[in-house]
């Protein structure tokens, strides 16, 4: 490209110099061979005067006193009548210029100057005109080269990036260039890159948030189909079936609900539902794991509530908050039920060492984790939390206590339950 702009430049360039190059050439040689030509006859004319003068007072013409008024390098011929022709300066050999004067006594002067003189002028004109058309050249050579670069280079840049996009690496460069048309097309490019590091952001947090979330319900729905495997008795199986028909249900609420707010994390599927029972849906599912640990669940505070949100969403936060106190806590793990203004609060608390002061504010951001955990469990139970219009804090750190915070459902009158756990 940078080739083809340069050629290009220089044949308009030469074009224009040939044009205006001859066009100015031709008119210098007449202009100078007219000048000569004028200035040869009105020599002729002078001549012409000084001899009428020496005619009108009976003074002598001879060479001597016309060689001091005539042109040094010109010859000059008077012819008077009755009288000998007078020549003054050497006649040129060759092409001439004449000029012809007849004074008032009836002489005629005859000037000539040699053409030699006009070609001498004629050339140095042309060599002035060459040397400008040489400058003109050379300035349009380095005005080729500086705007090829300018023009080709950008073009070069914007290949490397959109080669960088094809292979992966989505990082917006920020490059302009000053010309309009080549900083639009980086505009584009920078956004695309954006937009492909979003979804490839999107792609890793979503394949990060499945395993994560996946991994606990898997395990527990591989408990049940050993169990299924294990025993003979039918009810035994039907039970256990039931069980894990239900889990898998729940697996594929999880499974949508993460593709969903992957997509775009505002969006939210919330129904009115019977908190009551997704939050004895949890107990039921980890009380085997707290039996393993040699620990408890329990449940105590309000009942019959209803709240707004997505019934899958809401039992994944309560078992990221569970799972959390099982790994990170101590002691008996307690979800109390209460109300707050309009809304239904779930709190998740133990009797572990709690959260340290210096993770306390971030203990809701990925990666971050008290122990050798992935740190990504908190972080997604509240962007589940966030989807459905409700929100998870750490409203205590020693013994650490989370709350969800959920909308309530008006449609019938909560009813309070006794303070005691239910095992």
Not at 216 to 245: F, G, H, K, N, Y
């Amino acid at each position: 490209m940078r080739r083809r702009l340069i050629s290009s430049t220089l044949a308009v360039v030469l074009v224009v110099i040939s044009v205006f190059g001859v066009s100015l050439v031709i008119v210098e040689t007449r202009t100078i061979t007219s000048s000569a030509q004028e200035s040869v006859e009105l020599e002729a004319m002078r001549l012409a005067g000084i001899v009428d003068g020496r005619l009108i007072g009976g003074e002598p013409v001879d060479p001597g006193i016309l060689s001091d008024h005539g042109g040094a390098d010109r010859y000059a011929r008077i012819e008077i009548p009755g009288r000998p022709p007078v020549e003054v300066g050497t006649r040129p050999e060759g092409g001439v210029i004449r000029g012809t004067a007849v004074g008032e006594r009836g002489e005629r002067v005859v000037v000539e100057e040699s053409r030699s003189s006009v070609t001498r002028e004629v050339g140095r004109t042309l060599l002035i005109i060459g040397a400008v058309a040489l400058l003109a050249v050379v300035a349009a050579v380095l005005l080729a080269l500086r705007q090829a670069n300018r023009l080709a280079s950008p073009l070069t840049d914007l290949a490397e990036t959109a080669e960088r996009l094809g292979s992966g690496d989505p990082r917006p460069r920020h490059r302009r260039y000053g010309v309009p048309e080549l900083d639009r097309v980086a505009d584009v490019l920078d956004a695309s890159a954006e937009r492909i590091a979003r979804m490839l952001t999107a792609e890793r947090r979503l394949a990060a948030d499945a395993s994560h979330q996946l991994r606990t319900p898997l395990t527990a729905l591989s408990m049940r189909l050993e169990e299924i495997s294990e025993t003979d008795d039918l009810e035994t199986v039907r039970e256990e079936a039931t069980i894990a028909l239900a889990q898998v249900e729940r697996l594929t609420d999880v499974v949508q609900r993460l593709l969903t707010n992957a997509r775009d994390p505002r969006t939210g599927s919330a129904v009115g539902f019977d908190l009551d029972e997704v939050v004895k849906q949890q107990i039921e599912e980890w009380r085997p794991a707290y039996r393993s640990a040699g620990r408890a669940i329990v449940r105590s505070g309000r009942t019959g509530m209803r709240a707004v949100g997505t019934p899958g969403a809401v039992a994944q936060v309560l078992a990221a908050l569970i799972e959390n106190s099982l790994m990170h806590g101590g002691g008996t793990v307690a979800l109390r039920t209460r109300v707050t203004g309009n809304q239904a609060v779930v709190e998740v608390t133990d009797e572990g060492p709690g959260v340290p002061a210096d993770l306390g504010a971030r203990i809701f951001e990925r990666t971050i984790s008290g122990r050798n955990s992935t740190g990504i469990g908190l972080a997604v139970a509240r962007d589940l939390a966030e989807a459905d219009g409700g929100r998870l804090e750490l409203v205590q750190l020693k013994p650490a206590v989370f709350a969800l915070f959920l909308s309530r459902e008006s449609r019938r009158r909560d009813e309070e339950a006794p303070q005691r756990p239910i095992r």
